[in-house]
């Protein structure tokens, strides 16, 4: 089956500009995790849902950073008046239920580049 | 809050030799769950192992075993008869309970470079 699957792969935005990365998990999935991984470094954990909730957001580094699951399937990772510290590699997790202990599939990842 | 730590930024072992990531965490939380990671060029991860801190015995998987010591604070990843195809980054990481006990986010160490030499 299909695993997760992250749009653009590859995003070159001019500092102020807003961006939209897209997250699909994989069918069925309750939970969906996003994480920032600059260059280097290992994964930092930015935002939780459950289904279309979202129970922690506490590692969004700012407010112009906001994700959205509507629908309790995709998700979005909107950054607005992005900047240079912004360029990084966002990664996607789902798992197949709300448990601590399940494994979190990740996606391929979108590369933003802020100029 | 949490921290992971990984000491070695970088690994290099001959094929078939067995091989040591360190992993040592920071927390006041009682119960959580530890795993290991891997990362190969491909960028994708890939869940290697994992840990519940209650259970005592240490987790195996194949040639992949890890060492817990709960009361240090260390979670080290054993790799026997390494492969080349287990050259990758490898990231230590830690979950805490989150609402209702169940899943939240990782916390990641910054990884281990481990090259697997022919």
């Known amino acids: 089956g299909a695993g997760v699957s992250q749009s653009p792969r590859y995003k070159v935005a001019k500092r102020g500009q807003d961006v939209a990365l897209r997250c699909d998990p994989i069918s069925g999935h309750v939970s969906l995790f996003w994480y920032q991984q600059a260059l280097g470094q290992g994964p930092e954990f930015l935002t939780y849902f459950q289904n279309e909730a979202q129970l922690d957001k506490s590692g969004l580094p700012s407010d112009r950073f906001f994700a959205e699951r509507p629908e309790g399937s995709v998700s979005t990772l909107k950054i607005q008046r992005t900047q240079q510290e912004d360029s990084a590699v966002y990664l996607c997790a789902s798992s197949l239920t709300s448990g601590a202990y399940n494994e979190q599939f990740f996606g391929p990842g979108t590369r933003l580049t802020v100029l | 809050a949490q921290t992971v730590t990984q000491s070695q930024p970088e690994m290099s072992v001959q094929e078939a030799e067995t091989v040591t990531l360190s992993c040592t965490y920071d927390t006041s939380e009682s119960n959580y769950y530890l795993f290991w990671y891997k990362q190969p060029p491909s960028r994708q991860m890939i869940l290697v192992i994992r840990q519940e801190a209650y259970k005592q015995q240490n987790a195996t998987e194949n040639r992949f075993s890890v060492n817990f010591q709960k009361a240090a604070k260390s979670f080290s990843l054993k790799i026997s008869d390494s492969q080349l195809g287990d050259t990758a980054m490898y990231f230590c990481?830690?979950?805490?309970?989150?609402?209702?006990?169940?899943?939240?986010?990782?916390?990641f160490g910054k990884g281990t470079h481990l090259i697997i030499q022919p």
């Open positions: 990481a830690f979950m805490k309970l989150g609402t209702g006990g169940g899943a939240d986010g990782l916390t």
